[in-house]
């Protein structure tokens, strides 16, 4: 969880225009300067050694920085400190295509000065925040759209999901943009689950691994959380779960509990919070993090009305997320994604929450509703958001399986009789087959208010 500025305008005051930046990085802060363009890059060290960024070929004619994890750093440098350093080799022998060649959660700007072109872009779902703006020739590129309203920039916007961005920086003309990869909706031939929870289990395992860092989950009675824990039980890694009582199925969480405390590593918090604690991490949620306004179709139609900070849900992640840093864990996984892609929060067409748009029901042809509305936009974008806000505030980095590439990628190629033989079929599915306990059929979202003390 890093984060970084790109800019051609002047950094007067850097610790007023880096505040919320700062939080995503606290364990370095570097800033350089190169043909008039500043590169003010803040670090979250995770894996490998602490390594500073950004990163500069030898002729300091290509320079790049980025925010996240590249899980295939080894298809494009060997014997790498960090996992970034492969973006510079991965650019000069593939160009703006090793966007689309990326395994990873990230958001990378790259600045060509041989050829005056300057790149930016993320993942498949934009998982990490990277927002962009222009006034004449200037520019900036940041993580957060607060460190481009405080340089004087207005209109702001967020890249979109899997696409690279791509700016000639002697014309200042038009922004090209590319698509990175395609997703197949056209062949929904898979009559089984097992090619799904295969890449389920791998996406595990390329986040947990050859990291220095503990991690942690949010550990409820529903499906998503349910299963990262079971599947980090099968791979013995070890990691601390914590619980906030509200609405949650109590003898859920204890069978749940009851089968991981066999697995050495395994720690867990149990949270009843009171009244005070609530309003604290309100309190604190409200002063370090930076707002977002959600951006949800409920009905159909755009509301643009909620701010991330009035969200209890978000409460409860602040609470949680500040007792993990306060217990040396840095790595989180998130169950984000789950309900957008495999639900769409209905099952077999029936609606659960009004923001649903095909409510759990996928046709035989995916293109008549391709993509739907939270798969990339709506609910996704805007919890993404959350997520990725209320982590960064507390200087911890989200990682998040169920927005695997290949785990969507595989979800997608299942028959249509099995995406709608169960709600949400897949985790249904796999924690049956792990005998691993959850209430079926029920959707409960994260409420951390109900049962204040």
Known sequence: MCSFIVTNKEIDDLNYINRYNRLRGPDLTNIVKVNDIYFVHNLLSITGTLTKQPFLDEENEIVGIYNGEIYNHSKFKSNVKSDGECILPGYKKNNRLLFSMLDGEYAIVIIDFKSNKMLWGGDHFTTKPLYYSFDGDKFGIAS?????????????????????????????????????????????????????????????????????????????SGYDSGAIACELLNQRIPFKAYTIEAEEDTEVIQQRINKLNLMSGFNKEYIKLTYDEFNKSKFFLKLNTEEAQYEIYRDQILTKNEYMTEDKGSVGLYHICEKAKQDGYKIYLSGQGADEIFSDYGYRGEKIYNHSTIGGFFPNNLEDVWPWKNFYESTQKSYLSKEENVSGANGIEGRYPFLDYDVVQEFLWLHPDLKNQFYKNVLHNYLINNNFPFKENTKIGFSCDKGLI
Do not use: C, M
Request: no cysteine; proline share 1%; glycine share 4%.
């Open 144 to 220: 957060y759209s607060s460190v481009l309203k405080r340089l004087g920039f207005n209109d702001i916007k967020r890249i979109r999901p899997n696409t690279t961005y791509e700016y000639d920086l002697n014309k200042f003309g038009e922004v090209e943009k590319y698509i990175n990869k395609t997703l197949d909706i056209h062949n929904q031939v898979k009559k089984h689950y097992d090619d799904w929870s295969s890449a389920f289990s791998r996406s595990i395992y390329k986040r947990t691994d050859n990291v220095r860092e503990s991690i942690f989950i949010g550990l409820s």
